[in-house]
């Protein structure tokens, strides 16, 4: 976990920080602060050579919990275990948790990951429709990571993955954010400021898990 300050999100009027390690929640209207206690779950990784890695932190609302909804937050952690010391041998256990402000405890879920390794990288936290979504890359061993969105329910307690948008003109001199647009996921593609690109692209999730272009737009036409 970055130990600085960060915002891990916010749902329903509750902000969700990271104050150097230290999760908080921050209700902004009535001026209130709740320190999130550590999870006692003991990790995996206990070895000299062994490392931990904690992605940001999930936070949304679930609406369902009785009798009036409940805010949670889900931590995915990497427990890397390398015995010998030699990180081509290394191997990977996840850990998953969630935290209920109703009962101030965390517990662990099963999710299935494999060994695979995620990044979550830059771009805001989406949420839409009791869904958390955010962009991230997926790697395993040695084979070539992959750009997925990471979505996780807060009332079934589900963790998913999906593929991003893959146009034919693929280009690292593009960024891609996520954003709500009307109730449905919206992946937006655009330039770099420093690259030579000027194609901006909005897709839309379709039901069944596939990507619908929606607009495309020049840059030229925007000076």
Request: net charge negative; aromatic share 14%.
């Amino acid at each position: 976990m970055y130990l600085g300050h960060e915002l891990f999100g916010c749902s329903e009027g509750m902000f969700c920080l990271n104050n150097y390690g230290e999760m908080v929640l921050w209700n902004p209207f009535l001026n209130q602060f709740k320190h999130v206690p550590k999870s006692p779950i003991p990790r995996l990784a206990v070895g000299d050579n062994d490392s931990v890695h904690v992605d940001p932190v999930m936070f949304g609302f679930d609406r369902e919990s009785e009798p009036t909804g409940n805010f949670k937050a889900f931590s995915l952690i990497h427990n890397i275990l390398d015995p010998d010391g030699n990180d081509y041998t290394s191997e990977i256990k996840h850990q998953t948790e969630v935290y209920s402000l109703n009962t101030n405890s965390w517990k662990p879920i099963k999710v299935s990951i494999g060994d695979h390794y995620f990044y979550i990288y830059g771009g805001n936290p989406v949420h839409v429709d009791g869904k958390y979504y955010r962009l991230a890359t997926r790697s395993c061993g040695e084979k070539l990571t992959r750009s997925v969105i990471i979505s996780f329910d807060f009332s079934s307690e589900e963790l998913s993955f999906g593929e991003r948008p893959e146009p034919e003109d693929e280009s690292p001199r593009h960024k891609w954010e996520l954003f709500d647009y009307g109730g449905l996921l919206c992946a937006i593609r655009y330039p770099r400021p420093d690259g030579d690109e000027e194609s901006w692209e909005v897709f839309l999730l379709k039901e069944d898990g596939g990507w619908k272009k929606k607009f495309a737009l020049l840059g030229s036409l925007l000076n």
